[in-house]
């Protein structure tokens, strides 16, 4: 299955007050070899918090694991492309509204 058809993907974040993984199953869209999360909670959902403590995380999407970094994408900053992933947000599932975060696998 395409990375345009898969429904969800599992981040692995590492827990700010635990050390430990934190995983989670999240609606995404990709864009330019980088993936794109909403955060319904705001700053608020400990998968973002952790992000925040600690950027390095891992992925996966279908059968494909990646490791890199997470970051929160500033709607009023980056305005363009908070745009272009609410607008393929809007597409893919009808629904945009949070904070947007992008995942940047590391390159190999």
Known sequence: MSVE???FLYLTTTGRKTGKPHKIEI???ARDGKYYLVS???DRSHWVQNL??????SFT???DTYRGRGRMIDRKNE?????KI???MNAK???SEGLIVELAPARS
């Open 79 to 83: 305005s363009e492309l908070a745009a």
């Open 86 to 88: 609410t607008a393929l």
């Open 5 to 7: 058809h898969q429904q």
């Open 27 to 29: 609606w995404f869209v």
């Open 52 to 57: 925040k403590d600690d950027p390095k995380i």
């Open 40 to 42: 319904e909670h705001q």
């Open 93 to 95: 599932y009808k629904w």
């Open 61 to 63: 999407v279908g059968k």
